[in-house]
């Protein structure tokens, strides 16, 4: 049964449309990175899955369960830390673990009391006095520390100083081990590179591209620069192959696909240099939103 | 070339002179805009009340002879100047309005000030929108100046609302202008304190407090002075004496301006002073932000909203059973009056013979049954700030249903309520009975329990806007209950037909003990409370969570 089951979801605001005909599948055990911009859809995808939001269309089930229909039962194996750390400004953090953990009914204290350690909590300061980011970390501590099934994080590490950033990424390893499932939506590239095993890409309420990073670095451009001796040569039409930029004697061009014919006409060109690098996320990502000409390879 | 060239260079000059200036004047907007509802909604109200006493007047008290006897009776009588103040001059309409008009508006005014400087000064900064603004290009002088600027804009639109509720009624307009002076002297002192509350206190919340105990020590001084043989000097103590010592209509003093005049001026100098000294966000009194885990009251979301209303929930029964007590006393001192048959009418207009201990309590169960209406708005209120401020969104994400969290709300809401009528019923009782009246305790749970209809009803309506209208919830709850109780006390003076008066509830209500208890629209009221409830609860459960 899949952790995460998303069908035709759809969202719409009035005329806004922040969400269409989401389909979206996440196994247990898996850490999914659910990339977008500021206004693409993450927040909603995650109000809409928890049932905080009603969807307009479609449904989504977590653990099998719809989440609009039984968000109680929905709920029961799910953590979730929201994108806006607001909590009860007169409770204190230790007070916070302790509210949350009794409406939840189960909590690991032992390993609460690390996670408080790890990411420096002072548990007996109120949360109005705590800067955003420490409110952040109240919200990370309870959230992993009731060991949930499921944990749905809201764009966990805004707010976060580096440091705060490793001790996430190292609970999330730790959770994964566990075999806990990882629905991250994110917006820091570096940060979703590093722990998630696939990877969606949201543009204005729909998706864009999903796969592993594998999947979609084989399926993206292939960056190749080709430096000449003496001013470039026309090249001949060759399919999936464009130039990106080009400069006195070089040339850097977009591959899509595979680079044999490439390769076959440079053969016959005076080169004196030649690069090719797979794309890394950032080039993914930007490309879905630079060029807006939709899908590549995909 | 050179023309261009030289308007090229005078646009960046332009640019450069602007911002102080324009961003002063977008804090004093800022400041009078935040708080329009509310200083409309009061200044409308003044008018309202002042229009309708003033053209009420030579209706109630046609001939010198009802003047006189008014004055000897009513117009002396403690309970009446408990509230109204200290009557000057009853024989003509301009004092007699001065005092039913100025009295209580001069606590409303009061009141206004507060939570205007308090609103501009304080609650601006604690959300962080004030460290933005000195963040650019204004300073702090200039800032602070221009959010008290927007707070005086807003005390003119008061003054234009009473000035013109009496005027419309037929009141000079000279004489006028400087009632409506006297009775808003109250909200700029009360500015004054609110602004130094917000200098004082680390947060808005502590700010709010500190005002309006302000406000409760210096109205009950001017209760004492006003209800005591022998205590009149103390209305020099207090700013709401000094709005009487002005005496509109009644030979006025305008000298006594002096004393609110200095006052402001020093609160808001003292007030200026701090803010120009302390760091941004912080106040004098240090926030105590830290402390050893409590653990009571956190086992669910609704004993946690207990605990987070504990202090309002304190504050209403303290001030709910004080003020049931003073009632209770001052029950006992119409018993010997005489009033002459037009006089009689004029009470009977409230609904209650007003000459027993219990007409006096009937009376003024009626104001508990709004004080336990608006205290159930609050509760409703304060469901739909959890909301607004997402801490609902991090709740309902764990398997805690939506119903089950309203309800949780709602529950609190009617056992405080509950609460405050049984309070108020044993002290009202005690009060009576200790001096000597006859009133028995049935009589008096039975006021109490007679206030909960209604204010039900507005809980279920509250919580009806809470599920269909989340951003209006709060707006919805409190208007509807103070219509409803401003049309059912000075509707009938502007002689609405009775079908139009009926949309009250407060008009359907029967004031327990001097009247009988009207079950039939107890019943009706309870009835459409139930289903503006279950109601409420079905339509919360399918909406989209709301924020702000």
Redesign the interface.
Known sequence: MDAIRAEGLTKRYGETRALEALDLRVAPGEVYGYLGPNGAGKTTTIRLLLGLHRPTAGRAALFGTDAWRDPVAAHRKVAYVAGEPFLWPSLTSAETFEFLARVRGSEDRAYRDLLIERFRVDPDKKVRALSKGNRQKVQLVAAFASRAELLILDEPTAGLDPLMEVAFRETVHEAKERGQTIFLSSHILSEVEAVCDRVGILRAGALVDEGTLQQLRHLSAHTVEVTFDGPVPPLPELAGVHAAEAGESALRLEVSGPLRPLLAALAELPVVALTSREPSLEEIFLHHYDAGDGRVGG | MGASAASAHAAPERVRTRPPHGAAAAIGRRAFADGRVRTISFAALFAFIAYVNVSGYAHSFPTLQDRLTFVRSFGNDASVRLFYGQPYDLLHVGGYVAWRVGGTGALFAAAWGVLAAVRALRAEEDAGRWELLLAGAVRRRDAYLAALAGIGAGWLVLWAGLWLGCVGGGLTAGGSAYFALAALTPALVFAGIGALASQLAP?RRVALELGMVALAVLFVLRVVADTSTGAGWLRWATPLGWSEQLRAFAGPRPLVLLAPLAATAALLWAAGAIALRRDVGSGVLQ?H???????RL????TA?ALR?ERGSLIGWLAGVGAFAFVIGVISTTFQTARLSESIRRELARFGANLLTPSGILGFYFLFFMLAISLFACAQVAAARREEA???L??????????RRWLAGRLAIALGGSVALAVLAALLAWAGARSQGAHVSLADMLGAGANCLPAALLFLGLSALALGAWPRATTGIAYGLVSVAFVWQLFGSALGAPSWLLGVSPFHHVGLVPAQHFKALAAAIMLALAAAALAAALALFA????TGE
Do not use: F, H, V
């Open positions: 947060s926030a932000d830290r402390r050893a885990p409590r653990t956190l086992s669910s979301p946690q987070g401020g997402q801490q969104e991090t709740l309902l994400s764990l398997p805690l249903g939506r399918r909406r989209d969570l």
